[in-house]
């Protein structure tokens, strides 16, 4: 079953563990990537705030149609279904950004993909 290799595959399913390889990687280096550098870039560029949320939203969505493990392998076959749930989230982790600063979307993203974690874990 998928959502076992993909638990066991975050250090040996410790949840606490899980919590912190997520902090630093899905949280500190995506919110980097696409926040605090590409959405600040179009911010920069456009003048446009909600431009730039959609933009870096729409990179974040695309970036994560990469199947980087079994769990990107079983959205793979849903493509469109993945860049708009990706998007959308990208929105949401955007506004905390705009509103709340990179600390609040890297907390907010590590705690998003966290309990998906855990929810899988048996």
């Known amino acids: 079953d998928w959502s076992s290799d993909v638990c066991s595959s975050i250090s040996g ?10 902090l630093s990687g ?43 493990n079994q769990l990107y ?13 990706v998007f959308f989230s990208g929105l949401i982790f955007g506004f905390f950004y705009i509103k709340r600063g990179f600390e609040t979307s890297v907390l907010g993203h590590t705690l998003y993909d966290w309990i998906a974690v855990m929810f899988f874990m048996k």
């Open 13 to 22: 399913a410790n949840k606490w563990l899980s919590f912190f390889v997520l």
């Open 26 to 68: 899905a949280g500190i280096f995506e919110e980097g990537m696409f926040r605090l550098f590409l959405l600040t870039f179009f911010w920069k560029i456009t003048k446009k705030p909600w431009l730039s949320l959609i933009l870096s939203s729409l990179c974040f969505g695309l970036y994560h149609l990469t199947p980087l």
């Open 73 to 85: 392998q079983v959205y793979w076959q849903f493509p469109v279904a993945q860049v708009v749930s």
